[in-house]
């Protein structure tokens, strides 16, 4: 078990604040009662926490950050925005997972309670929202890194879903495509909506498939269309995941991109670059949403108020081979 800061209190017959000021350097306890604490913390093995340390001073220059999983094929160019604003401030990171479910929601919390860090960098995972409000409003700062389309009462960055989604439409349509395919996320998903309308808006089509974001929803979304002997002559897919499995399932059947079919996907992840053929896309700016996640909440920590209204950073069309521009034959 953990060892706290009340099992020193307790062992050396002080209080927690003593101990907190011994551990902080503070002169207001007596050259006796310093030597007993820090004996007490040496023998318990006590590693005090950043929120311990920080306590006297109010502030632990530390900047939390809570992610559904680090698995996401997004997540290291958006953390590596994160990590290079907030280490250029002299600030440190503490980084939570939600790997584990209410198990790590519960560790999360724990640090809360104990101050671990001045405020919250968030991409929130499933269900934590109103965990979160509830933080924000108990006067922990928050900024949301907004992928799903919400609109929480505490500051967030946000991107252009709708416009991304109508911007894969526009250049489908321009290259004379009029029987699009689209394969969803999960449709609780504000983002998968905004994509979705952003596109049927500009090229409507009633070919829409309900995917997952996963490789296999891409595949198995072309094996069943073409088994059913539909007709389509372009994809766009939510996700560059989902479009790497279309690919594969074209290539499979012995369909050509973009000959017969152009495919087209969003986020613009490292990998896009490296399918055969490289994938025409829509770039999130996630490593940007990173860093401006981090400078709203540093800047709010140092006393300017945080803005009312999202912070909206736009997506970008990202041509490549699997859907160039003008028809190919």
């Not at 820090?38 to 311990?52: D, H, N």
């Not at 992610?67 to 990590?83: D, R």
């Not at 053929?277 to 981090?294: D, K, N």
Request: hydrophobic content about 40%.
């Amino acid at each position: 078990m953990r060892v706290t800061i009340a099992d020193v209190a307790r062992e050396a017959g002080v209080s927690k604040t003593t101990v907190s000021r011994v551990i902080n350097t503070k002169g207001e306890v007596d050259g006796s009662t310093a030597a007993r604490v820090r004996e007490v913390i040496a023998q318990l093995g006590y590693v005090p926490s950043s929120g311990a340390v920080g306590l006297a001073r109010g502030s632990s220059r530390t900047v939390g950050m809570l992610v559904p999983s680090l698995t996401w094929p997004w997540m290291g160019e958006l953390l590596q925005g994160v990590v290079d604003t907030v280490e250029a401030a002299d600030y440190g990171l503490l980084l939570f997972t939600c790997n584990r479910g209410a198990e790590s929601v519960e560790r999360f919390t724990s640090q809360v309670s104990a101050r671990a860090f001045d405020g919250l960098v968030v991409v929130e995972p499933e269900n934590t929202l109103d965990h979160l409000t509830e933080l924000h409003r108990d006067g922990l700062p928050i900024v949301l890194i907004d992928d799903r389309g919400h609109h929480p009462e505490f500051p967030s960055v946000v991107t252009t879903n709708h416009e991304g989604g109508a911007s894969a439409a526009r250049h489908l349509r321009d290259a004379g495509r009029t029987r699009p395919v689209v394969i969803t996320g999960p449709e609780h998903f504000g983002c998968v909506r905004d994509r979705t309308a952003g596109f049927v808006s500009v090229l409507p089509t009633d070919l829409v498939v309900l995917g997952d974001f996963t490789e296999r929803s891409g595949r198995l979304a072309v094996e069943q269309l073409l088994a059913s002997g539909t007709e389509f002559d372009s994809v766009f897919a939510h996700n560059d995941i989902t479009a790497a499995g279309v690919l594969r399932a074209l290539r499979a059947a012995g369909k050509t991109v973009p000959g017969d079919i152009a495919v087209v996907g969003f986020d613009d992840i490292p990998m896009s670059e490296h399918t055969e053929p490289p994938l025409t896309t829509v770039r999130q700016p996630t490593r940007q949403m990173g860093e401006t996640a981090a400078r709203m909440l540093l800047s709010h920590l140092g006393g300017t108020p945080a803005p009312e209204t999202p912070v909206v950073l736009p997506t970008e069309l990202v041509v490549r081979h699997s859907a160039p521009p003008g028809r190919v034959t």
